[in-house]
């Protein structure tokens, strides 16, 4: 079984980016406890980030063609804008959970509307960097059937 995560436009910046919001912990560090996760369950695991929204979408795209069976995904900015990105994960049917370091409903208004929340499994926002291992603690529960 495989498991990505996708990370949107300016995640790249993650540690030094508004840290008092996004916290100090950096994208490869996250992206490594994830990994080692997804190790102890013998999941097969894949980290991308882009900046760009068709990349994201053609990795979306191949991530079909790869046997991908789950994904999370952290859209960032384009939660609010990309119904392309929405329409990509409508096309290829692999379910996912969508995630945000910041709470979204605390912000300004036009944070709280996703393009991508009616359709994912479900939505973590607000709990920093830990929202990515409880998605994908939760994503391996939905792959591989085990408690962890
Ligand atoms: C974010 C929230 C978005 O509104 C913002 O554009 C981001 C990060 C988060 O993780 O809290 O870039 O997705």
Same mark, same amino acid.
């Given at each position: 079984?495989?498991?990505?995560? =996708?990370?949107?436009?300016?995640?790249?910046?993650?540690? *030094?980016?508004?840290?008092?919001?996004?916290? %100090?912990?950096?994208? @490869?560090?996250?992206?490594?406890?994830? %990994?080692?996760?997804? @190790?102890?369950?013998? !999941?097969?695991?894949?980290?991308?980030?882009s900046?760009? +929204?068709?990349?994201?979408?053609?990795t $979306?795209?191949? /991530?079909? @063609?790869?046997? =991908?069976?789950?994904?999370?995904?952290?859209?960032?900015?384009?939660?609010?804008?990309?119904?392309?990105? %929405?329409? /990509?994960?409508?096309? !290829?049917?692999?379910?996912?959970?969508?995630?945000?370091? *910041?709470? $979204?409903?605390?912000? +300004?208004?036009?944070? *709280?509307? *996703?393009?991508?929340?009616?359709?994912?499994?479900?939505?973590?926002?607000?709990?920093?960097?830990?929202?990515?291992?409880?998605? !994908?603690?939760?994503?391996? %529960?939905?792959?591989?059937?085990?408690?962890n």
């Open positions: 079984p495989k498991l990505l995560v =996708v990370h949107g436009p300016n995640l790249n910046r993650l540690g *030094s980016r508004e840290p008092q919001r996004y916290g %100090r912990a950096t994208l @490869d560090s996250v992206n490594e406890r994830l %990994r080692g996760l997804c @190790d102890q369950h013998g !999941v097969s695991f894949q980290a991308t980030q900046n760009y +929204e068709g990349e994201l979408i053609e $979306i795209h191949a /991530a079909a @063609d790869s046997g =991908v069976g789950f994904i999370v995904i952290n859209p960032a900015a384009l939660t609010h804008t990309s119904i392309g990105l %929405r329409d /990509a994960l409508l096309a !290829v049917e692999i379910p996912f959970i969508e995630v945000h370091l *910041s709470n $979204i409903h605390a912000r +300004e208004p036009f944070r *709280s509307c *996703s393009y991508l929340a009616d359709i994912a499994q479900g939505v973590i926002s607000g709990l920093g960097a830990e929202g990515y291992e409880l998605a !994908v603690q939760a994503a391996l %529960r939905r792959m591989v059937g085990q408690q």
